[in-house]
């Protein structure tokens, strides 16, 4: 199936400096968000590379090396060394068995050499075997050494916005209009389930954006495509206040699986609704009350008072009114200068503690990769039937 156009979101990741859990070593980055942002910025891709000389010996190069302890002294200050070993081979063992890891025998190298090679070890399983795993840390407090596990979902610096205009042009089309209702059945299912923003509430960030667009018309000076914009404008609300009591009603739901069995697509454009359809039944039936914010978490740490930077989701995931257009190109170009004031983001990320608790199999982001997978979809096919 194809996959929705991405609009980037670009923002400034400088931060103000946040203070940070210790940790004893941490193996594996975050990865950091590629957008753009302005002004200079440091270099970031480290000492270049050299080759090694014609005349090195074949078997250098066929050798491997341990992994450097880093930062020894904060495990050693955690107090005994012999508690600290105990504590971390107990919550390996735990990582393992969740994960379904091969956890590597290190012990005989000795403390605190054993617990780095060991991490180094997971952390590398974990990269191969885990879709959205994003790092592994050692963390101690007052009693007890143990590992965490973080999960993200990568949402890409991507806008997922739902245009209903088109949806709205599909219902009145005769000749589409079973599968316009599978597709007014999915968005019911986004709205009232996976609690996807309305661009026409209030409390949306949209619905201000698009407020902000209309008084620039109206206070900018009259020239001949003002009427066009205004037209645009007037389109998008009337449409859109329509859209919200249809998507909202909930018969949608209700319908749903009759919808998909009665269906029979005549086409390429009709069959790929149906797939869609589908997989957002299958979503609502395994996950009846999860929602899109379930596991939105700040990537990254911040103060209280630095919540103000942080890109909430409901900023990013939203239906919208049209994807073509003046009115959607101006609106990209209002939420990109917006966003850009944003230093941290909220994205879905999942934190395991390996300290004996026992954590839930289904304790994963497979409701967020798939719901994702589906707005891309969605947004594509309602720009580009």
Request: glycine share 4%.
């Amino acid at each position: 199936m194809y996959y929705a156009t991405q609009y980037h979101i670009r923002y400034n990741q400088n931060t103000p400096t946040t203070k940070t859990t210790p940790v004893t070593q941490t193996v594996g980055a975050v990865r950091r968000l590629d957008a753009e942002t302005k002004g200079c910025r440091r270099d970031t891709k480290g000492q270049t590379a050299i080759p090694a000389g014609s005349h090195a010996a074949n078997g250098f190069l066929r050798c491997s090396f341990l992994p450097k302890l880093k930062e020894p002294q904060t495990v050693q200050s955690a107090g005994k060394s012999a508690k600290t070993e105990r504590d971390f081979y107990q919550s390996l063992s735990q990582l393992a068995a969740h994960y379904g890891l091969q956890a590597m025998q290190t012990k005989q190298y000795g403390y605190p050499y054993n617990i780095a090679l060991a991490l180094d070890d997971a952390g590398k399983q974990l990269k191969e075997k885990v879709r959205d795993w994003e790092e592994i840390r050692l963390l101690q407090n007052s009693r007890k050494t143990f590992l965490t596990s973080t999960e993200r979902y990568n949402t890409g610096t991507t806008l997922y916005y739902i245009p209903v205009v088109p949806l709205f042009g599909l219902l009145k089309n005769p000749q589409r209009k079973k599968a316009a209702h599978l597709l007014l059945s999915v968005c019911s299912y986004l709205y009232h389930i996976a609690d996807v923003p309305y661009y026409r509430q209030e409390n949306s960030f949209l619905y201000w954006q698009y407020e902000m667009l209309k008084e620039w018309v109206l206070g900018d000076d009259y020239t001949d495509e003002t009427n066009s914009y205004l037209s645009e404008l007037q389109q998008a609300e009337w449409i859109g206040n329509r859209m919200e009591q249809k998507i909202c009603n909930p018969v949608n739901l209700e319908i749903f699986k009759q919808r998909l069995k009665n269906f029979n697509g005549k086409d390429a454009f009709e069959n790929d609704c149906w797939e869609l359809a589908s997989e957002a039944f299958c979503l609502y039936k395994k996950y009846p009350d999860a929602t899109i914010f379930r596991n939105a978490k700040i990537n990254g740490e911040a103060e209280d008072e630095n919540l103000d930077y942080v890109l909430t989701m409901d900023k990013y995931v939203s239906f919208s009114a049209d994807g073509k257009g003046w009115l959607n190109e101006n609106l990209k170009q209002c939420v990109n200068t917006e966003l850009q004031e944003y230093g941290q983001m909220e994205e879905p990320i999942i934190t395991k503690i390996f300290k004996g608790k026992e954590i839930a199999s289904n304790n994963n982001l497979d409701f967020e990769n798939r719901l994702f997978a589906l707005l891309e979809e969605l947004a594509y096919l309602l720009n580009n039937f």
